[in-house]
């Protein structure tokens, strides 16, 4: 798989700024007493505003999603996790931090000593006929 690069926090910053800007021009346009609701300009610019915010948002949480699953992938790759640390923010670390103990502790949670390693074998185990 492809490594993961490193996070780009001051995008994010500038889109969620770009989406309170927007947001505030939006009020400020619907809270102006000179403006006809029924002008076509006038009804089309909140309607533009709105999916301008609504677009820096899908992009925030597509963006989101996709690291977040690069990360699990990483894991279950079980990829050495201080490698791709310098790529990822506090968040991310803490995160793979909490991730880790919970499948571990799962792992660790079966009787008799016996533990499971769900790791060790993501795909087809070697030596294993191909179905």
Same mark, same amino acid.
């Given at each position: %798989?492809?490594?993961?690069?490193?996070?780009?926090?001051?995008?994010?910053?500038?889109?969620? *700024?770009?989406?309170?800007? /927007?947001?505030?021009? /939006?009020?400020?346009?619907?809270?102006?007493?000179?403006?006809?609701?029924?002008?076509?300009?006038?009804? *089309? !610019?909140?309607?533009? /505003?709105?999916?301008?915010?609504?677009?820096?948002?899908?992009?925030?949480?597509? !963006?989101?999603?996709?690291?977040?699953?690069?990360?699990?992938?990483?894991?279950?790759?079980?990829? @050495?996790?201080?490698?791709?640390?310098?790529?990822?923010?506090? *968040?991310?670390?803490? =995160? /793979? +931090?909490?991730?880790?103990?919970?499948?571990? @502790? !799962?792992? %660790?949670?079966?009787?008799?000593?016996?533990?499971?390693?769900?790791?060790? =074998?993501?795909? +087809?185990?070697?030596?294993?006929?191909?179905?």
């Amino acid at each position: %798989g492809a490594a993961l690069c490193a996070f780009d926090e001051q995008r994010m910053r500038a889109v969620a *700024a770009m989406t309170s800007d /927007l947001d505030d021009d /939006l009020q400020a346009h619907l809270s102006n007493p000179h403006v006809d609701p029924n002008d076509p300009y006038y009804f *089309a !610019y909140p309607v533009m /505003l709105r999916e301008k915010m609504r677009r820096g948002k899908r992009a925030m949480v597509t !963006y989101m999603g996709w690291r977040l699953n690069s990360l699990t992938s990483l894991w279950w790759q079980n990829r @050495d996790q201080e490698a791709s640390a310098e790529h990822t923010s506090p *968040a991310e670390r803490g =995160f /793979l +931090r909490q991730y880790n103990e919970l499948l571990t @502790d !799962y792992m %660790g949670a079966f009787v008799d000593g016996v533990s499971l390693d769900l790791r060790a =074998f993501v795909s +087809r185990p070697p030596g294993f006929p191909p179905s």
